[in-house]
């Protein structure tokens, strides 16, 4: 593990991935012959003195003071801490200067990639002429996305470089960048730009292997495609992790289990639909054991969730949850107890009409679900949906962890029959929701977690 950036002169580095107490780490810090930094999730983070050490002599960053209750004979401690670089990628220089430079004005968010989460570089309102530095510490393939949708590849590396937005609907150029330079002209079919560029070379052939995969027709050139797939990813995914590549590679992995004819003559057209779940739910715990070593299994079962539930490919989404149960959740606090007030407002899926809980009489069941765990929006759909084939009258409630929005809204219209109704009171939410939970859970009014 390497972080890209000089020490200070006579001073060591200690790049630390080890389960280690504040403490600990406080105390490390008193030691200046060498910095010592911690990798927390996406971060990296540096403790009092090296946080110190950190900004006079490399790079000055906004160091935050926190107060934090150790255990035993510590009581409080001031802990000074800086979060220094997200994980993205190892490289010579830490950071790149990218200046942003729109001839039009323009809104637009600069998104890199840690696997298969989406992080932003940049976002903003930019006006017609202005230019926009920005130091990363980046280093990949970042998607430059436009407010009407347009998208469009950058490759972040070692050198600063001048991004020219000349429109939204036309591909940006650059200055100083021969990278991107030869990244555009080998997929437009220009003429080739001198230089060895590694990185480039791997995206153009993973979308070279994407484009390879549209024409399939038989189960047996799906099988043989599917290893291509598993060994690229494999075998590339330390330089792939940076990019969309890997989101890209899994999501038409599954997509080109639907080019295939599955009928088998003389068998029944039923068991055309049993052999494609069957691949389906095969091609997920081969990507489950491939990326093991680099993803949790949640996230990976969550990403290929997601491919069948925006969809709305519920009943599917479910089967692969039902396979997979151990995987199938989103972390967070352990959350026991709730306090649902009479008065907390409840309104109808279209949004017209709000009522209060305490007009709810019988079974109700609040589904807590977050935008960003599928699992959790496909294991309300299925209560629902499960509810109303056993004819219980019963009502169930979400409760999002963020603001309600038409993303939770549009669960609704994924449902035939059933009775879904949604928590739009900020106060509750903000008031019992602060801090994010376990997902999926299924509280029964009056009842402890369920």
Request: with cysteine.
């Amino acid at each position: 593990m390497t972080l890209c950036r000089r020490v200070p002169q006579g001073a060591a580095g200690c790049y630390l991935d080890c389960a280690m107490n504040t403490r600990e780490k406080i105390d490390r810090a008193t030691d200046p012959s060498r910095l010592c930094l911690y990798k927390e999730g996406i971060f990296y983070k540096l403790y009092n003195q090296h946080a110190m050490l950190f900004t006079d002599n490399i790079k000055g960053l906004k160091v935050k003071a926190k107060y934090v209750k150790a255990a035993g004979q510590y009581k409080s401690i001031i802990t000074w801490f800086l979060f220094v670089i997200p994980v993205f990628s190892g490289c010579e220089s830490a950071w790149a200067q990218l200046v942003i430079h729109p001839q039009t004005a323009v809104d637009v968010e600069l998104i890199g990639y840690n696997g298969l989460v989406e992080n932003s570089i940049f976002k903003g309102s930019l006006a017609a002429g202005s230019k926009h530095e920005r130091d990363t510490p980046y280093r990949g393939l970042a998607l430059l996305v436009f407010a009407g949708g347009q998208r469009y590849p950058v490759l972040i590396g070692d050198e600063s470089f001048t991004l020219k937005i000349a429109d939204p609907g036309a591909p940006p150029s650059f200055v100083g960048s021969g990278e991107n330079d030869f990244f555009y002209k080998s997929l437009t079919g220009g003429a080739p730009v001198p230089g060895q560029y590694d990185f480039a070379h791997l995206m153009i052939r993973a979308k070279q292997l994407l484009d390879s995969s549209h024409s399939l027709h038989t189960v047996k050139e799906l099988t043989a495609k599917k290893k291509e797939f598993h060994a690229f990813v494999g075998d590339h995914y330390e330089s792939l992790q940076h990019s969309d590549m890997i989101r890209q590679l899994i999501a038409q992995y599954f997509m080109m289990h639907e080019y295939v004819d599955y009928h088998v003559e003389g068998a029944p057209a039923t068991d055309i639909r049993a052999l494609y779940q069957k691949e389906v739910i095969s091609g997920v715990g081969s990507w489950l054991e491939i990326l093991k070593s680099h993803i949790p299994e949640h996230e990976v079962l969550n990403y290929c969730v997601s491919l069948y539930y925006n969809r709305s490919m519920v009943t599917l989404a479910s089967l692969i949850i039902e396979n997979y149960r151990d995987a199938a959740y989103c972390p967070g606090a352990e959350k026991k107890t709730f306090s649902f007030p009479a008065d907390t407002l409840i309104t109808e899926a279209d949004g017209n009409k709000e009522r209060k809980l305490d007009d709810f009489k019988g079974n109700t069941i609040i589904a807590f679900v977050s935008d960003d765990c599928p699992v959790s929006m496909v294991e309300t759909i299925s209560r629902v949906r499960q509810l109303a084939a056993q004819k219980k009258d019963s009502s169930v409630i979400v409760a999002p962890l963020q603001k309600l929005s038409g993303n939770h809204q549009a669960m609704s219209k994924m449902i035939s029959n059933g009775n879904l109704f949604f928590f739009n009171d900020e106060k509750w939410r903000k008031d019992n929701l602060a801090k994010k939970i376990r997902l999926p859970l299924f509280v029964r009014v009056g009842d402890d977690v369920e």
